[in-house]
C-alpha cells in the first residue's frame, strides 16, 4: 500500500513537474520563415511570443498560427504560446525550443585540376547532404551524400557548384571555391631538334 | 416553502438601499429644493437662482448628486446652470410657458452628455417664437461642472406649436423618447447612442389647445405606453403609446362636465393603474381606477373622489417622486404658502391610496407657483427594465445590476451560495452552467425576479506548438 502510494506520489509530482510541453528542440534556418500552429478552439484567443526576441512575429499574434522571421544569426530560442478561452479562462503556457543553424555550404577543394586529378567537394553542414552541380552546363543532382569531403569523380570538364541541401537547410551557393576545372588530358610533348 | 420564507427573511434583512436617482432632487422655482436622498425628502432653500413660476428639469446622478438644473436663471428665463448656481449656457428664447416645457433626456451609453429640450411658445414677439430646441450638456467639461457642447446649443429642430414636452424610454430600456405635444399634433422623437433621430413619428391629437382658454397637461405613464391630457373643455384624453414605434393612437375621450369643473392636471400611479387628475376652481383629487385594462381601454366610470375642499388651487400639478408616492403643488395664495399634498400609496384605490393635505409646507414667502420639476417618467418605474448583466472572468461572474429604485436585492448563483450585494463577484469551483435568479424588492416594495443562466468553461488544455 505504501508503495503505491509513493508511485502515485510520483507520478502526481512529474505531472506536476511537466505540465508544460516539453518538446525536443525544432531546427529551423538562419534567417527563415517558418510557420507554427496550435489547434484551434473554437471562442479561444492565442497570445504568442519568441522569449529571446531572435524572431518577428509576422501579422496577427492572437489567433491559432503565426508565422515567424527568423534572424539571420544561429542560436537558441523557444517560441511560447498561451490560450484564453471564451470564459476568460488562461491556460498554462507551452513552449517549443527552437535551435537556428546555420545553412550548409559546398566549395570545390581546388579551382583548377590536371587531368587525371580527384575533384572533391568539402562541406559545412549536417548529414546527409545534397548537392546540385553542373558539368560543362548539364545539371547533375546528387542526393543522399554521407561522406565529406564527397567525391566528384576525375573527368575533365568545367564544372559549378550551384546549391547544397544539408538535414536541414537549402543554400544556394554564392561563395567560395564554386568553380573547377579539371584539364583535358596533354598530348605528349614531341620533342624537336632545331 | 422552507426555501422561500429564508430567502424573504434574507431578504428583509438588507437594510442598504439601492437606487437610482435620477430624479432625486426637486429643485423647484423661488430657490426651493425638495431632496429626496432622503425619505421624506427634505426642504432645502439653494443659492441656485430660479425665477418663480418658471418651470424646471433637474437632472442628478444615479446617485442622487444634483448634476445640473434645466431652469432659470437671474434675469435669463430659460437657461441651464451649474450645481452651484453659476450660468451654463442661455437659451435665446424667453417664452414662459406655464406648462412643462424643458426637459433633460440622458444620451443613451454616453453617461456624461445630456439633451437639454426646450419648448417656446411666444406669440408677444414679431415673428412669433414657436418650437423646440435642444442644448447638449457635457459633464466632463468644466472641471466636471458640465458645460454645452460646441455647436450644439440653441440648436431648433421643430418649428411647430410646441406647448410642452415629456419622454419615457424606448422599449429597447436603452433608447428614450422626446415626445412634443404642439396645438395639433404629437412629435416622437427617438435618441438612441447616436443622437436625436431629427425624423419624428407624427400622430394626430385629439383636441386642439388653446392656450388662452385654459391649462393643460400630459403625461405618460411610468410604464411608457399610455398618455394621459387634460383639456381646456373638462376632458381628460388618454391614449396609447407604442413605445417600439413612438406612435401614438387609440384615444379615449371622457368629458367630466357637469360633474368636475376646470380639470387641471393628470398623473399615473407607479405602476399605471391608476390615474389621478385635479380641478382648479374647487380643489378636487379624483382617483381613476382602471386606466390599464385589457383592450387597452379606460373605464372612466370606475371614479373615486379622493378629496375635496372650496379653495381654489389647493391642488394643481402632480407628480411621482422616486419614492413611489405623488406630490401635489399648490399655487401660492395671498398669505398663504406653498405646500405639497401627498398620495402615500397611489397603486392603490379609493381612500386607500392614503391622501395627505398639506403634508410638506414650503417656508413662508417661497412661490414655487406650484410648478413641480419635469423628468422622464421611467425613472418612476425601476421594474420596467429591471435586468442584470455579467462578465465571466475565469472560473468567477462580476454581475451588474441595471435597475432603480432598488430596496435589497438576493442573488442566487445556482451553486446553493447567494448575495445580497447589489453588483456581486463570485467564484464558482466547480465548471458547468448554472441558473442564477436575482430577487429585487424595489422601494416601493413590489418585488421582481431576473433568471439567467450562465456557464463556466473549463481550463484550456495544454496546447501544443506543431511547426510545419
Known amino acids: ?194 | 416553502m422552507l426555501k422561500y420564507i429564508c430567502l424573504y427573511i434574507i431578504i428583509s434583512v438588507s437594510v442598504h438601499v439601492f437606487a437610482q436617482k435620477e430624479a432625486a432632487n426637486w429643485v423647484l422655482p423661488h430657490n426651493f429644493w425638495l431632496d429626496f436622498n432622503s425619505n421624506p425628502p427634505t426642504q432645502k432653500t439653494t443659492a441656485i437662482t430660479q425665477q418663480t413660476g418658471i418651470c424646471t428639469s433637474p437632472m442628478s446622478d444615479s446617485l442622487g448628486n444634483l448634476l445640473f438644473i434645466a431652469g432659470s436663471y437671474q434675469s435669463i428665463t430659460n437657461s441651464i446652470i451649474d450645481k452651484n448656481g453659476n450660468l451654463i449656457s442661455s437659451f435665446l428664447s424667453s417664452s414662459q410657458l406655464v406648462l412643462p416645457n424643458k426637459l433633460v433626456i440622458p444620451i443613451p451609453q454616453n453617461k456624461q452628455k445630456y439633451y437639454v429640450f426646450l419648448s417656446v411658445y411666444n406669440t408677444d414677439v414679431t415673428p412669433n417664437n414657436f418650437g423646440c430646441y435642444f442644448t447638449i450638456i457635457d459633464m466632463q467639461l468644466n472641471n466636471g461642472l458640465g458645460s454645452a457642447v460646441t455647436g450644439s446649443t440653441n440648436i431648433l429642430f421643430n418649428s411647430d406649436t410646441i406647448i410642452s414636452v415629456t419622454g419615457t424610454k424606448h422599449s429597447d430600456c436603452s433608447g428614450y423618447w422626446l415626445i412634443l405635444r404642439s396645438q395639433t399634433k404629437f412629435y416622437a422623437y427617438l435618441i438612441n447612442s447616436s443622437g436625436l433621430n431629427l425624423a419624428p413619428v407624427i400622430s394626430n391629437a385629439s383636441s386642439y389647445i388653446n392656450l388662452n382658454t385654459g391649462f393643460q397637461t400630459f403625461k405618460v405613464n411610468p410604464q411608457g405606453n399610455k398618455i394621459a391630457e387634460t383639456t381646456s373643455n373638462n376632458q381628460i384624453i388618454c391614449y396609447d403609446f407604442n413605445c417600439t414605434t413612438g406612435a401614438i393612437t387609440n384615444n379615449k375621450i371622457k368629458d367630466f362636465t357637469g360633474i368636475f369643473n376646470s380639470i387641471i392636471a393628470v398623473e399615473f400611479s407607479p405602476d399605471g393603474s391608476k390615474l389621478y387628475f385635479t380641478t382648479r376652481n374647487l380643489s378636487n383629487l379624483a382617483q381613476l381606477n382602471q386606466v390599464l385594462i385589457s383592450n387597452g381601454n379606460i373605464d372612466f366610470n370606475n371614479l373615486s373622489l379622493i378629496y375635496n375642499n372650496t379653495n381654489s388651487l389647493d391642488l394643481v400639478h402632480l407628480q411621482i417622486g422616486i419614492d413611489s408616492k405623488i406630490y401635489i403643488s399648490s399655487s401660492l395664495i395671498v398669505n398663504r404658502q406653498n405646500f405639497f399634498s401627498v398620495i402615500n400609496n397611489p397603486n392603490l384605490s379609493g381612500t386607500n391610496c392614503n391622501f395627505i393635505y398639506k403634508a410638506i409646507i414650503a417656508p413662508l414667502g417661497v412661490n414655487f407657483a406650484s410648478k413641480l420639476p419635469n423628468f422622464i417618467s421611467s425613472y418612476f418605474n425601476p421594474q420596467a427594465c429591471l435586468d442584470y448583466t455579467y462578465t465571466i472572468n475565469c472560473q468567477s461572474a462580476q454581475f451588474t445590476l441595471n435597475a432603480n429604485s432598488i430596496q435589497s436585492v438576493l442573488w442566487n448563483f445556482g451553486d446553493n451560495q447567494t448575495s445580497t450585494l447589489l453588483n456581486p463577484t463570485h467564484t464558482y469551483v466547480n465548471t458547468g452552467t448554472y441558473t442564477v435568479t436575482l430577487i429585487v424588492i424595489f422601494t416601493n416594495i413590489q418585488q421582481q425576479t431576473v433568471t439567467k443562466q450562465l456557464t463556466i468553461n473549463p481550463q484550456p488544455q495544454i496546447i501544443k506548438i506543431v511547426h510545419k
Open chain 1, 1 to 194: 500500500m505504501k508503495k503505491l502510494l509513493s508511485i502515485s506520489l510520483l507520478i502526481l509530482l512529474a505531472n506536476t513537474v511537466f505540465s508544460q510541453i516539453v518538446t525536443n528542440p525544432d531546427t529551423v534556418c538562419v534567417g527563415s520563415t517558418e510557420y507554427y500552429k496550435v489547434p484551434k478552439t473554437a471562442g479561444s484567443t492565442y497570445t504568442w511570443g519568441i522569449y529571446h526576441g531572435s524572431g518577428t512575429i509576422i501579422a496577427s499574434a492572437t489567433t491559432d498560427s503565426i508565422n515567424i522571421a527568423w534572424s539571420n544569426t544561429a542560436g537558441l530560442d523557444s517560441i511560447w504560446v498561451f490560450e484564453v478561452n471564451a470564459g476568460n479562462c488562461k491556460g498554462d503556457t507551452s513552449k517549443l525550443k527552437v535551435a537556428r543553424v546555420a545553412k550548409p555550404t559546398a566549395q570545390f577543394d581546388n579551382a583548377n585540376l590536371c587531368s587525371g586529378n580527384i575533384l572533391k567537394v568539402i562541406f559545412t553542414g549536417y548529414l546527409p547532404f545534397s548537392l546540385e552541380y553542373t558539368r560543362n552546363g548539364t545539371i547533375i543532382v546528387q542526393n543522399g551524400i554521407t561522406q565529406n569531403p564527397y567525391t566528384i569523380g576525375t573527368q575533365s570538364g568545367n564544372y559549378h557548384l550551384v546549391n547544397v541541401t544539408d538535414k536541414n537547410c537549402k543554400n544556394l551557393i554564392l561563395s567560395g571555391t564554386i568553380n573547377s576545372l579539371i584539364a583535358q588530358p596533354l598530348n605528349t610533348l614531341q620533342i624537336i631538334h632545331k
